[in-house]
């Protein structure tokens, strides 16, 4: 585990992250065959880089029953896992958090449920007035086996008011993914980079990252996820209009230039502790996501199938990739492709379609 790559050249950076790479995973980069299924896009939070929230007024405005989620599933019956993604809901309740899982399981009754990210248990913790645990445990006993660190943003305060003045602070953050690990629930880790973030707070992100890391052992991966700025509030502060025109050269320029920095330092910073380092192929693109192998990344994500919330905020990227699409991508990027599970166990070579049958 490496204390300071922070002041490292970037030569000398990025040849430290292919070694460790190449020590801790060879030549071999994983993908999991998964699907997100999005509940509901109703939300009360107004975080302002977000293009997927809507009041329950608007016209496309959804609320999707356990059946409809199911319905959807349906047409990837091949997948290992499904995320659940949804806004934060004011009507939701505990009891249809819960229930949708087991409404899934019992469909699908080997799938790998990862779902509900720290700001969604917030919420459930604050409408049923149940302590964490309770809330926690009533998860773990509806069929919840890993959930996403997703909310985290920048676990930095300052910066976490400008984003999203209504969202969970850093330190109740820590507590949910802490409490969840102590309970078995391991989960990814996220960091989104590319808006109002420095350097230091990137550091100081790392830093409460490592810290739980350390202490639980509960992170599968880190996932670093870049801002895309088209069509929300941030992006519109970041990149005002010119006469009626928005030039995001200039932007995506310096976003590239950060992640090329940013992977590597992570693979470095992180080394011995969390052993995957996942890439975005739906924030970076294809091409770039193959490129990424080689700064330390040794995970091309998922298949997806439908991915709502980067489209929302006009990422160009698509909402799915078949499996024969990623091992493309991986063996162009000179590595060798293996399917594996949700808590990163290789998976044997199979067979599954390259579509779905129906059109979501």
């Avoid at 700001?119 to 006993?141: A, T």
């Avoid at 199938?305 to 990623?326: A, D, K, N, Q, V």
Wanted: proline share 6%.
């Amino acid at each position: 585990m490496h204390d300071a790559p922070w002041d490292l050249p970037p030569a000398d950076l990025l040849a430290e992250a292919r070694r460790l790479t190449g020590l801790r995973h060879g030549n071999r980069v994983t993908y999991v065959v998964n699907r997100n299924a999005n509940f509901t896009n109703i939300c009360n939070v107004g975080c302002t880089f977000c293009g997927f929230q809507r009041k329950a007024s608007d016209s496309d405005a959804y609320n999707r029953t356990a059946g409809e989620v199911i319905a959807r599933l349906e047409r990837t019956p091949w997948v290992t896992e499904v995320c659940l993604q949804g806004g934060i809901h004011p009507g939701w309740q505990l009891a249809d958090y819960t229930g949708l899982v087991r409404a899934i399981k019992g469909r699908f009754p080997d799938i790998h449920v990862h779902a509900f990210s720290p700001m969604e248990i917030e919420h459930m913790r604050r409408q049923s007035g149940r302590d964490l645990r309770s809330v926690l445990g009533e998860l773990v006993d509806s069929g919840v086996d890993t959930i996403p660190g997703t909310a985290a943003e920048i676990l930095v305060d300052r910066v976490r008011r400008e984003l999203s003045g209504n969202k969970l602070d850093a330190a109740t953050w820590e507590e949910i993914i802490r409490a969840a690990h102590g309970m078995g629930l391991r989960s990814t880790a996220t960091i989104m980079y590319g808006h109002r973030e420095t350097w230091e707070d990137i550091r100081e992100h790392f830093g409460v990252l490592r810290r739980i890391q350390q202490d639980t052992g509960g992170f599968t991966e880190l996932v670093p996820l870049a801002f895309i700025p088209y069509r929300n509030r941030l992006g519109d502060k970041m990149v005002p209009p010119d006469e009626g025109d928005r030039d995001f050269a200039a932007f995506e320029r310096n976003s590239l230039e950060r992640a090329k920095r940013l992977y590597p330092l992570a693979r470095v910073y992180f080394d011995g502790l969390i052993p995957n380092l996942q890439t975005s192929w739906v924030k970076l693109g294809v091409e770039m996501a193959a490129e990424s192998l080689d700064w330390g990344c040794n995970d091309f994500g998922g298949t997806l199938y439908e991915e709502s919330i980067t489209r929302e905020s006009g990422g160009p990227h698509g909402e799915s990739l078949t499996p024969p699409e990623i091992r493309a991508a991986i063996l162009a990027a000179g590595k060798i492709p293996v399917e594996r599970s949700t808590d990163y166990r290789l998976l044997p070579a199979r067979w599954v379609p390259e579509r779905e049958p129906v059109a979501v």
